[in-house]
Each structure stands twice: as structure tokens, then as C-alpha cells.
């Protein structure tokens, strides 16, 4: 699943990112790295940007980015 299917709210596990070098060298500066967990925090109305919070960092990503950043979706734990 891409990072931009998540709703706010949701949290993931960054899987892969699928980006030129470049790209990949400055969001790894910024702690997104395969393994790290993620939380959305916010998506603007049109949904061109993305924040997300990583290991309490927030940042913020253009879609074109963020849909090269696959996630897996964490299982929220039932209401009790």
C-alpha cells in the first residue's frame, strides 16, 4: 500500500521507497527509512500534501513523494 492511502490518523511501517537516489538520500535525512514507524497526522483538502509523523518528527510530503513511499497499514487494537 502507498503512503498516500493513509487516512489521519493512521499509523504504518515504512516497506520501500521507491525513488531516485536523490530523493531517497533527503527522506532519509528526515528519518524515513525502511522499518520506522509513521503516524498521518494531517492531508490538505486536496490531498497534494501529507504530514506525517516519524519517530516524532513531523514532515511534510507532496503526493508525487509520498506515493513513492510503501507502507504497511497497522492494525488499530479493538475498543475495550
Not at 503512503?3 to 527522506?27: M, S, V, W, Y
Request: glycine share 8%; net charge negative.
Amino acid at each position: 500500500m502507498r503512503l498516500t492511502e493513509l487516512r489521519k490518523g493512521d499509523r504504518g511501517t515504512i516497506l520501500r521507497i521507491q525513488a531516485d537516489p536523490e530523493l531517497r538520500n533527503r527522506l532519509h535525512s528526515f528519518g524515513i527509512i525502511p522499518g520506522e514507524e509513521l503516524e498521518v497526522k494531517g492531508c490538505s483538502l486536496a490531498r497534494q500534501t501529507m504530514e506525517i509523523d516519524v519517530d516524532g518528527t513531523l514532515i511534510a510530503l507532496r503526493k508525487e513523494e509520498a506515493e513513492k513511499i510503501e507502507v504497511e497499514k497497522s492494525v488499530s487494537a479493538p475498543a475495550r
